[in-house]
């Protein structure tokens, strides 16, 4: 009998050691099988998976429309091509939204669209409200003049006969030619455009006496209406304009980092390559290339 009770203690106390040793683990243990938190918006889009970028679609070749397409297709130029880099290499969606040049920078700041590309060159005063990208294309603009209505050269021989007191020069708003005519052409009227489509369609009908504009945009306008405009002597000094940079949001570093990196993983010379094909393109379509504001279809 004595050794059937040790017997039965003896599994009794196996029975309580196990259930010890099986207790359940402490609660500030991790479940081995939870899954890590991912932020699907790394880099703070206003959409995320999508690359929402402003544009000023009146500057060909860096930014214009092919009207024999539709949706984001119709959006063509240099600066789209490297739109289309940037977010392949990011991994997004591009959504092009055409504003006016002015409408643009304020898109970004106030959050609408997370970075507008559209020929900027730095100045001062972007740098102070946005975050400015690299430097995509060191060259630039091959410089700064001033187009007026073709027949109009032997009242306007050079930049100095412009810089006249009652001389109309156009500049786009928030562009570098208005800080340009600001400074170098102190005498004339400068008149501030939104578009710079509209400001050639009124310098032909004399509204204004000359636009300032990019060489390579006046080049491309004269090339395709040499019957409307030509370009006046001599270059304006833009030797403190350097290049061209997309403009971020100044609270969005994230995405600054990424386009940055993205920006420097372009071949070298492929920017000037999309800009010459743009250009041919832009010859090719004829009336069907339009610069200009025309909204996509909502």
Request: net charge negative; aromatic share 8%.
């Amino acid at each position: 009998m004595k050794k059937l009770l040790v017997l039965l203690l003896t599994v009794l106390m196996c029975f309580a050691l196990a259930a010890c040793s099986s207790a359940p683990a402490s609660s500030d243990t991790a479940p081995a099988d939870e899954t890590p938190v991912v932020d699907d918006n790394p880099y703070n889009l206003v959409e995320p998976g999508k690359l929402t970028v402003s544009m000023s679609t009146d500057y060909a070749p860096m930014e214009f429309f092919d009207t024999t397409k539709t949706g984001q297709d119709m959006y063509v130029g240099s600066d789209v091509e490297l739109c289309k880099f940037i977010a392949d290499y990011l991994g997004l969606e591009l959504v092009i939204k055409a504003q006016d040049f002015d409408t643009c920078q304020v898109s970004v700041a106030q959050g609408i669209a997370d970075m507008s590309v559209s020929g900027y060159s730095y100045t001062t005063s972007r740098a102070a409200a946005y975050l400015l990208s690299v430097d995509y294309f060191s060259d630039g603009d091959s410089g700064q003049v001033a187009i007026i209505k073709a027949g109009n050269s032997d009242k306007f021989p050079n930049l100095d006969a412009l810089n006249v007191a009652g001389v109309t020069v156009a500049a786009q708003n928030g562009a570098l030619q208005q800080e340009i005519v600001t400074e170098q052409l102190p005498n004339a009227t400068m008149m501030q455009v939104d578009d710079l489509n509209n400001a050639c369609d009124q310098l032909y009908e004399g509204t204004y006496d000359a636009v300032a504009i990019a060489q390579t945009t006046a080049e491309l306008l004269v090339q395709s209406h040499p019957d409307k405009f030509e370009i006046v002597n001599g270059l304006f000094d833009d030797s403190k304009y350097t290049g061209y940079h997309a403009l971020i949001n100044l609270e969005n570093t994230a995405l600054c980092d990424a386009v940055n990196e993205a920006i420097g993983a372009v071949p070298a010379g492929q920017y000037a390559t999309w800009q010459a094909d743009s250009e041919a393109l832009f010859l090719s379509l004829g009336e069907a290339a339009v610069e200009g504001i025309v909204a996509e279809a909502e």
